[in-house]
């Protein structure tokens, strides 16, 4: 792929990503007789990229085929040419890792995701909205404001990848002290406040940026230069880290290459501390564990975190308020929720609460699902 088909890329990545909080918010708020969500697999490069259309349309169908079962019939009219016609205006052409499909009698919207997924279709009264939180949690971006006493840059970034150089006020030339021209620079004091003020432009200009699209800053300066700032920082708060050394006059990718591993670092030490919270939460008694234990918690609205193995998929009825685990083969039962581990997701979140995904290691000991309550 030439640098244009990877930047064209990266960009539709990037504006999928960038809204796709508000889409959350909005789809989980959504609830109707039949809510179609097609979940699959695709590819970013041929020949793979090929068989994708192949099986979307087979989902496609295969959607059509459980809304006759499950749905009435002016409903099952309405949905299956929304999705024919949804499914008609993908362009494969820049698919990444996954696809996900989100059809009502109202809505007919879809998403590409950069993680893998598992391909099934799930009709329910909410749609199934687990995969997007998984991608908020695992695509993380960021900023990088690469510092120095004569300039200022600003760099956003997706995980390894940088998404552009911020325009606008940005970049910001220092106009208030030029040592070989100035007298007065020669005066240690007089040059540490003109410092002093050059960063706190910097900072304002940071934080309107902040207003607009927030995201935690990385710090790219030279040491000296990094502990002044955090002097006059007004929000030290969003500032996750320090990368050492003068780089700004280096190319963009260049310094996100190197700050990419320190944003690692960062998201496993805090990825750490949130599995610590299983542990506080089993010593004050305010950890769940028992899936019907967990259902009942989350419909009282006393979940604070679920925590569940990023694959973690299981259908299941609920009798009496009570859950009934099911092989996957009965989905298609009118009586069946597809995944019930997307259901107490979504009713947590309606509660304020929130999800974690993490490996099967990570989870080992909690059956790969647990919930921290709030009482």
């Known amino acids: 792929m030439d640098i244009w088909g990877e930047q064209a890329l990266l960009f539709n990545l990037y504006i999928k990503l960038r809204p796709m909080n508000n889409v959350l918010k909005r789809l989980k708020n959504i609830s109707s007789d039949c809510c179609v969500t097609i979940i699959l697999n695709t590819h970013r490069t041929l020949p793979d990229k090929a068989k994708d259309r192949i099986l979307l349309k087979n989902l496609v169908t295969e959607a059509e085929i459980r809304l006759t079962n499950e749905c009435n ?49 799930i009709i329910d009264r909410t749609f199934a909205t687990r995969d997007l939180i998984r991608t908020l949690n695992k695509e993380k971006e960021y900023y990088v404001l690469v ?141 769940v564990t028992g899936i019907n234990d967990i259902w009942r918690a989350v419909n009282e609205g006393r979940g604070e975190t679920i925590f569940a193995r990023h694959d973690y998929l299981q259908p299941a009825r609920v009798v009496n308020d009570k859950i009934e685990l099911v092989a996957e083969e009965q989905t298609d039962r009118t009586d069946v929720i597809d995944d019930i581990i997307d259901e107490m997701i979504e009713i947590n979140l309606q509660y304020g609460g929130d999800s974690l995904f993490l490996s099967e290691e990570e989870l080992r000991e909690y059956q790969g699902l647990a919930l921290t309550t709030r009482y």
């Open 147 to 287: 510092l120095s006493r004569q300039k200022a840059r600003l760099l956003e970034a997706l995980n390894d990848k940088i998404v552009q150089e911020v325009g606008g006020n940005f970049p910001i030339e220092n106009v208030l002290v030029h040592p070989r021209e100035s007298a007065e620079a020669a005066i240690a004091s007089r040059q540490t406040n003109l410092i002093k003020e050059f960063f706190n432009v910097v900072d304002k200009q940071l934080i309107e940026v902040i207003k607009e699209n927030p995201l935690p800053v990385l710090i790219c300066c030279e040491e000296s230069n990094y502990h002044h700032y955090l002097k006059i920082a007004d929000r030290k708060e969003i500032i996750i880290g320090h990368l050492n050394g003068s780089r700004v006059e280096e190319k963009a990718h260049h310094i996100i290459d190197v700050a990419w591993p320190i944003v690692q670092q960062v998201r496993r030490e805090r990825s750490s501390q949130r599995l610590q919270e299983l542990s506080s939460a089993k010593s004050s008694g305010k950890l």
């Open 73 to 121: 019939n002016r409903l099952v009219s309405v949905i299956s040419d929304k999705l024919r016609r949804l499914e008609a205006t993908i362009d494969h052409t820049y698919n990444l890792e996954s696809l996900v499909l989100f059809a009502s009698e109202d809505i007919a919207e879809y998403t590409r995701l950069p993680i893998a997924v598992t391909d099934r279709v």
